[in-house]
């Protein structure tokens, strides 16, 4: 995990919203005395973790669970497995996929998500540092939820792209500082359901028609010229429970990953794990499965998932390029309330889920390609 993740530009908490201003960064730090020492080199090379869908479904065990005696939500056993893997790479990424509530509710499930705010805390306990948040639920409990979920992220200190405060947070790269190299994340998705963007805030979710990525390469193009060494796309698209991706999906990939703006793709949605493929000697994970979910069926692909590892190296052009990927396939575990008030778990996945999993990541011949598929 990072020890230092700060925002060139984008994810501010001080810009204007239509509905409500988010807080002013507190200035009451002292300021740094000027130092002559020369910075030190920026390294060579750096691990980038990256996994699936977060949703909090209400009124089963997860929640029952996560339920404190006091009436407060504690989700931070959920992760307890997998924080490890999260917080021994430099930069790791999720996927929160749904907005959060006020504290104190009211909370709702599918298919109109607003769930317990103490999910983002747990999310930053694991390790993560950075979450897109473009999702075709990232409206469902309207404008104002979408700006709440964005201060709890902020509160967290964890960086976000792909939903927007206004108009000139939307227009802003998010690039973070990995250790001394600057990695950009933009972010899209295909649907928001049926939702129209809000009339007076058109710029709120960053949203493309699949196949067409020209503003994600927009997106992209602009992260670079703010100083991104590498730049990863995040994409919810397409089809749900199919672990194969569609054409169009494919072809948006294609698309992308033929671009110098990006370097690798993550896919999300399909709540199923689907392949990683190399094209063009770059990655793409078509689909990462859930992370965090507790579908009304079980013992179904829906419980399989997988964390992405990529080691980025950078090369004698000086260019940063993958050198290195990896899948850790992990499996969500529904039981009991344990000892730590869990009852839903990202756990190891055991040798039948791990064999599921990775024969779906090699169906487009990723381990001929390179990927390493390991155990946490």
């Known amino acids: 995990m990072a020890l230092c993740v700060a925002l060139l530009a984008g994810c501010g908490a001080d810009v204007e ?31 980038l973790v990256a996994t699936g869908d977060v949703l909090v479904h209400q009124g089963r065990a997860l929640t029952s669970g996560a339920q404190q005696p006091d009436g407060s939500w504690d989700f931070s056993a959920v992760f307890a497995g997998v924080a490890p893997v999260l917080q021994a790479a430099d ?169 110098p703006d990006v370097d690798l793709v993550l896919g999300h949605h399909a709540h199923v794990v689907q392949p990683f493929e190399q094209i063009g000697g770059e990655w793409v994970a078509y689909g990462l499965g859930n992370h965090l979910a507790e579908h009304s069926t079980r013992g179904y692909d829906t419980e399989d998932s997988v964390i992405a590892r990529f080691t980025f190296t950078r090369g004698e052009d000086g260019r940063f390029t993958v050198s290195q990927a990896e899948a850790v396939p992990v499996r969500i575990e529904v039981g009991a309330a344990d000892a730590g008030g869990a009852a839903v778990r990202l756990v190891p996945a055991d040798p039948e889920s791990a064999a599921r999993i990775g024969a779906v990541l090699d169906a487009r011949g990723a381990v001929a390609a390179g990927l390493a598929i390991v155990p946490g």
């Open 17 to 47: 919203s239509p509905v409500a201003e988010a807080p002013a960064p507190s200035s009451s730090a002292p300021s740094a005395a000027p130092s002559s020492a020369a910075p030190p080199p920026a390294p060579d090379s750096f691990t």
């Open 91 to 259: 930069l790791a990424i999720c996927h929160l996929e749904t907005p959060v509530a006020p504290v104190g509710g009211p909370y709702s499930g599918y298919p109109s998500f607003a769930v317990q705010p103490e999910i983002v805390d747990a999310l930053a306990d694991a390790g993560y540092d950075l979450c897109s948040t473009a999702s075709n639920h990232s409206l469902d409990d309207g404008f104002d939820g979408l700006v709440r979920t964005l201060d709890a992220l902020d509160a967290a200190g964890i960086a976000h792209t792909g939903t927007h405060r206004s108009s000139a947070e939307s227009e802003q790269p998010v690039v973070v500082d990995v250790g001394g190299v600057q990695v950009g994340h933009v972010a899209t998705t295909f649907s928001l359901n049926g939702v129209p963007l809000p009339a007076d805030a058109p710029w709120a979710v960053d949203t493309f028609a699949v196949p067409d990525v020209s503003e994600v390469l927009a997106d992209a193009a602009a992260a670079r010229a703010a100083g991104a060494e590498v730049v990863v796309a995040s994409v919810h698209c397409c089809a749900e429970y199919d672990h194969a991706p569609t054409a169009a999906q494919e072809e948006a990939v294609r698309t992308l990953l033929a671009s």
